[in-house]
Every structure is written in structure tokens, then in C-alpha cells.
């Protein structure tokens, strides 16, 4: 089966992780900021005060601040169709609460777009991604207040405007279903629980967090109205973390436990973004969670406006549940789960799974009927510099081969699958653990975990690869 004509191929990123400049053009810190580099066994710490000292790989990334020209000159070689990428928030609104916009931020995205049109690069926007203005985190704890949906809008109409004829397609959140996590308090909502001090250690409140994610609902589905008014051929999308889930059995208890978190992990977000209302099984959930939310009275006429036009998720892997405590875990995965021995697994303990992508591009198609995009996917490795300089990665060129297979299947299922933006397209930092080292691009950046290195861009053997798979339309793999 053969993709659609106009198929978007492309990349993706995030700004926290891939832009730096983080105090030039009049930017304000933002939560990524103030978090230090971590690894795979020590984690991330938040500093609500600025170390002396203490490395913040948000701070530099890869500068796309200062290399954006060559950075979209590389994805144009290899033939991109869609560049997913996400404007900094404390850009455009150094404090998250100003009155008026940082037109020096304002005038950079105007750049980017400008050269992303010179080579007829399609731009995916992402409005929030895991960059709350550390300034709403100080005033209001982040998303936890309802104040915060009010200087959303006004970020969301002030970029609506300022971008109308640049961008056509938006998200509204990243991964916004990372708030029925811990781990999403701070990373996407801007919430720091009195005592935390690490990214992912156990203080945590999920009351809090999905109350904040109320608030996101109900911005998210106000911003799909305001951005229609503003301009009516605007696409505007949901974006999810999405965690394909499996039973470990056949065992009833597995099969129900697994479908309980498939519900839980990434229905609810789902269906309140395409539907426009909380699915039935959330109701019994909250009861049993202790969690009581407040709702305006307009609440539910706001989501039901709101629902979006699109649904965009990002898939790395498969989970298993098992309802027997006594089945081994599986090692790096943030998500749980436990280990599947059908599956190999990452560097970093990630087990891959591409059928699982078929799978969850039908369940998904099946339950909303929306064009759906896969706007991230891809392989955190360590790459070797050989030599003469060249990085030979079959590795990622073999894990995104297998995954484009199964999205072709899934086409020829019958799934309206519209886009596809593979993640970190350019090296970029890890937003769980600030390495480098864990790298996934196209393009090699040099950089290490210190952050020492001239940022100079080397093609990987998956750039020239993917550029075949472009210019064939994923005939050629």
C-alpha cells in the first residue's frame, strides 16, 4: 500500500530541548530551564534558583537559535515535507503573565517560518511543549491554577494572529496525557510540590495534577475555537504520549488491568479532546482516586466546542500489564510495565516494538474517525564517530524501516494516516535525563553530556537513508 499523495514526511522537535538562546532576544526562564543535566541513573534536579556552577542543558541545547538557517538547509536536503517544532512560550511572554509580547520573539519565529516557506517546508507547531514561563510556576504553581488558561489564550491569540498565513497546523499540548503521570506535574504543567527537588522523585499530589489537567482541557479546547476564528483553514490537533498497552495473559485479571490503563493513560485525554466530553470509566476513576474536580458551570459547553481536527501521538514502544507482582519489570522504562520476551530493547531499556505502532494506528482510527499523524517515533542511541568522520547507524535506520512497514500497513488497514515526524531529527538533549549521549537524529551535533563541543551538524548514514524514503514516498526503504 502506498501512502497517500501529499504525505507529510518529516521531523520533529521541541524547543526546550533543541532551541536554546535561553536569556537572549528578551526570553524569559522557562520550567526547562531551571532544570540541571541528569543520566540514566541520576536524575534531573529542579533548582527554583539558578546554581553557580551547575550545568542546564536547556540553556544552550543545540542553539537552533543560532544555526536555524543551516538547521532547516539540512531537513530541505533531505527532502523534509513537515517540520514539527514548538514555539518557547517564555519567548513570546518572558513571564508567562506580561500584558504585552516580546516582539524580539516574535521576530525569530517570523525567521523560522520565513525559512522553513523558502523551502517549502510545511511548519507543525506545537504551542506548549513541556515549557511553561517558570514566571506562571512562581505566581500561580504552574497549571494548578485556573488564572493560567487566561494568559494561554492570550499567548495562543497573539501567535493565531502574528503567524496566520505562516503556520496551518498546531497542537495545542504536548503529550498532554503526561499529567495522568507524576512525572508530568513539573515537566507539563509547571507545578512544583512543596519538597520536590528532583524530576522524578515521589512527591506528588493527583488531585493537583488532574486538576491541572482540566485546565489544559479546557484551554486547549478554547484555543481550537479562537484559532478557527481567527483563521477558518487552521488544523488544530490533540497531541498524546501514547502508551500501547498489552495484557501479560490471557488471564481475565491481565486483560481487564490493561485495558484499564489503555482508559486511564490515554483515553481520557483522547476523548475529551476529539469527543468533547469525560468518557463514563473516568467518572468511577476519580471516585476511586479520591480526586474531586473543579468545574465551571461552562465547562462542559466549552469542551464540547472545542474538539480538535486532528489527533497526533507520539509512540516509542509497547507496555505489558500484569496483575501478578511477582512477573519481572522491565529496567529504563518511565512508563512500567512489565518485560515482554518477545520484544528487544534500546540502550536504554525501551523495548521496541513496530507491530505495536500497526496496532495502536488502528485502535486509535477505529475510536475517533480523525486523520491521524505519528509526529514522534524513533531510537535514542549512542552513536560511534568513526574515523573519517562518518556515523554509521543502522541500528536507527533498521528500527525506523520496521516502523514504516507497519505504518503502510496500517494504511492499507484503512487507517487516514496523514503525517509522520520522526522525533529528535536533528541530535537534541533528552527532556528526561538533559543527556546528549542518548541521541536520535538524522544529523549528528557536536555536543557531549558536559556540554562541551563547537555544535558543528555531521549527516548520519540514516540522513542520506531517509532522504531516499522521502523522495519515493516510502517506497523505498
Given at each position: 500500500m502506498k501512502m497517500r499523495d501529499g504525505f507529510f514526511w518529516g521531523g520533529a522537535t521541541a524547543a526546550n530541548q533543541f532551541e536554546g538562546g535561553w536569556n537572549q532576544g528578551g526570553k524569559g526562564p522557562s520550567t526547562s530551564d531551571m532544570m540541571t543535566g541528569g543520566t540514566h541513573t541520576t536524575p534531573r534536579r529542579i533548582t527554583p534558583v539558578l546554581e553557580e556552577g551547575t550545568y542546564y542543558p536547556s540553556h544552550e541545547a543545540v542553539d537552533f537559535y543560532g544555526h536555524y538557517k543551516e538547521d532547516i538547509t539540512l531537513m530541505a536536503e533531505m527532502g523534509f515535507k513537515m517540520f514539527r517544532m514548538s514555539i518557547n512560550w517564555s519567548r513570546i511572554y518572558p513571564s508567562g503573565y506580561d500584558q504585552e509580547p516580546n516582539e524580539e520573539g516574535l521576530k525569530f519565529y517570523d525567521d523560522v517560518f520565513a525559512e522553513l516557506k523558502k523551502h517549502n517546508i510545511e511548519p507543525l507547531v506545537t504551542i506548549s511543549h513541556y515549557e511553561t514561563p517558570f514566571g506562571l510556576t512562581e505566581k500561580y504553581n504552574g497549571w494548578a491554577s485556573r488564572d493560567v488558561i487566561d494568559h494561554f489564550l492570550r499567548y495562543c491569540d497573539t501567535i493565531f494572529n502574528r503567524y496566520k498565513n505562516q503556520v496551518k497546523y498546531w497542537l495545542t499540548f504536548n503529550e498532554i496525557n503526561?499529567?495522568?503521570?507524576?512525572?508530568?506535574?513539573?515537566?507539563?504543567?509547571?507545578?512544583?510540590?512543596?519538597?520536590?527537588?528532583?524530576?522524578?522523585?515521589?512527591?506528588?499530589?493527583?488531585?493537583?495534577?488532574?486538576?491541572?489537567?482540566?485546565?489544559?482541557?479546557?484551554?486547549?479546547?478554547?484555543?481550537?475555537?479562537?484559532?478557527?476564528?481567527?483563521?477558518?483553514?487552521?488544523?488544530?490537533?490533540?497531541?498524546?504520549?501514547?502508551?500501547?498497552?498489552?495484557?501479560?495473559?490471557?488471564?481475565?485479571?491481565?486483560?481487564?488491568?490493561?485495558?484499564?490503563?489503555?482508559?486511564?493513560?490515554?483515553?481520557?485525554?483522547g476523548d475529551v479532546q476529539v469527543r468533547g466530553a469525560y468518557p463514563g470509566f473516568a467518572k468511577r476513576f476519580f471516585e476511586e482516586q479520591g480526586i474531586k474536580l473543579e468545574l465551571h458551570p461552562e465547562d462542559e459547553q466549552t469542551l464540547k466546542e472545542g474538539t480538535v481536527d486532528f489527533y497526533?501521538?507520539?509512540?516509542?514502544?509497547?507496555?505489558?500489564?500484569?496483575?501478578?507482582?511477582?512477573?519481572?519489570?522491565?529496567?529504563?522504562?518511565?512508563l512500567g510495565g512489565v518485560k515482554n520476551p518477545y520484544l528487544e530493547a534500546?540502550?536504554?531499556?525501551?523495548?521496541?516494538?513496530?507491530?505495536?505502532?500497526?496496532?495502536?494506528?488502528?485502535?486509535?482510527?477505529?475510536?475517533?474517525?480523525?486523520?491521524?499523524?505519528?509526529?514522534?517515533?524513533?531510537?535514542?542511541?549512542?552513536?560511534?564517530?568513526?574515523?573519517?568522520?562518518?556515523?554509521?547507524?543502522?541500528?536507527?535506520?533498521?528500527?525506523?524501516?520496521?516502523?514504516?512497514?507497519?505504518?503502510?500497513?496500517?494504511?492499507?488497514?484503512?487507517?487516514?494516516?496523514?503525517?509522520?515526524?520522526?522525533?529528535?531529527?536533528?541530535?537534541?538533549?533528552?527532556?528526561?535525563?538533559?543527556?546528549?549521549?542518548?541521541?536520535?537524529?538524522?544529523?549528528?551535533?557536536?555536543?557531549?553530556?558536559?556540554?562541551?563541543?563547537?555544535?558543528?551538524?555531521?549527516?548520519?548514514?540514516?540522513?542520506?537513508?531517509?532522504?531516499?524514503?522521502?523522495?519515493?514516498?516510502?517506497?523505498?526503504?
Open positions: 503526561c499529567l495522568t503521570m507524576p512525572l508530568g506535574a513539573y515537566m507539563a504543567a509547571g507545578i512544583l510540590f512543596e519538597g520536590k527537588t528532583e524530576l522524578t522523585d515521589g512527591v506528588d499530589s493527583p488531585q493537583t495534577r488532574f486538576q491541572a489537567l482540566h485546565h489544559q482541557f479546557v484551554a486547549s479546547a478554547k484555543a481550537v475555537k479562537l484559532g478557527h476564528s481567527i483563521n477558518p483553514d487552521f488544523q488544530i490537533g490533540c497531541m498524546i504520549a501514547f502508551m500501547t498497552t498489552y495484557p501479560n495473559t490471557c488471564n481475565p485479571n491481565d486483560i481487564v488491568l490493561a485495558q484499564k490503563k489503555d482508559q486511564i493513560s490515554n483515553m481520557i485525554c497526533s501521538f507520539s509512540y516509542y514502544m509497547s507496555i505489558v500489564e500484569s496483575a501478578d507482582p511477582a512477573v519481572e519489570k522491565v529496567g529504563g522504562n518511565l534500546s540502550d536504554w531499556g525501551w523495548q521496541i516494538d513496530p507491530q505495536g505502532l500497526r496496532y495502536t494506528l488502528n485502535h486509535l482510527y477505529d475510536r475517533y474517525q480523525l486523520p491521524l499523524m505519528v509526529v514522534e517515533n524513533g531510537l535514542g542511541a549512542v552513536d560511534v564517530v568513526e574515523e573519517d568522520g562518518s556515523i554509521n547507524d543502522d541500528y536507527r535506520i533498521n528500527y525506523l524501516r520496521d516502523h514504516i512497514v507497519q505504518m503502510k500497513e496500517a494504511v492499507a488497514d484503512g487507517v487516514d494516516l496523514i503525517a509522520y515526524t520522526m522525533w529528535g531529527c536533528i541530535d537534541l538533549v533528552s527532556a528526561s535525563t538533559g543527556e546528549m549521549k542518548k541521541r536520535y537524529g538524522f544529523i549528528h551535533v557536536n555536543k557531549d553530556n558536559d556540554g562541551n563541543g563547537d555544535l558543528s551538524r555531521t549527516p548520519k548514514k540514516s540522513f542520506y537513508w531517509y532522504k531516499d524514503v522521502i523522495a519515493s514516498n516510502g517506497e523505498q526503504l
